[in-house]
Nanobody, 124 residues
Framework: QVQLVESGGGLVQAGGSLRLSCAAS??????????MGWFRQAPGKEREFVAA????????YYADSVKGRFTISRDNAKNTVYLQMNSLKSEDTAVYYC???????????????WGKGTLVTVSS
């Protein structure tokens, strides 16, 4: 079982930066046995993939819309995954969710655990 708690959301102007954090509490398995991901859901839209990272942090994956602007990373010693968001645009406004799946590599369509989300609002 994994519990995920996101933080770091807020209001930022277009062109600005935010860093999201996701703290994980695991039982039975260590944090490093889970691949992690970030997803987002904008008002009136379906949830979409943003970024993901393998268990070791070596392999990272990004949606085309955020490539070059967002960076996902993890600290297994702190049971935390991060999403550094730079050059934010109004279209990045959404609730951002942290997710985890057991295994070395992320499954974009098969994440097992989800946080409750943190709201990011980008003003233009």
């Amino acid at each position: 079982q994994v519990q995920l708690v996101e933080s770091g959301g807020g209001l930022v102007q277009a062109g600005g930066s935010l860093r999201l954090s996701c703290a994980a509490s695991t039982s039975g398995r260590t944090f490093s046995t889970y691949a992690m991901g970030w997803f987002r859901q904008a008002p009136g839209k379906e949830r979409e993939f943003v970024a993901a990272v393998s268990w070791s942090g070596v392999n990272t994956y990004y949606a085309d819309s955020v490539k070059g602007r967002f960076t996902i990373s993890r600290d297994n010693a702190k049971n935390t995954v991060y999403l550094q968001m730079n050059s934010l645009k109004s279209e990045d406004t959404a609730v951002y969710y942290c997710a985890a799946n057991f295994g070395s590599y992320p499954k974009r369509d098969g994440m097992d655990y989800w946080g409750k989300g943190t709201l990011v609002t980008v003003s233009s």
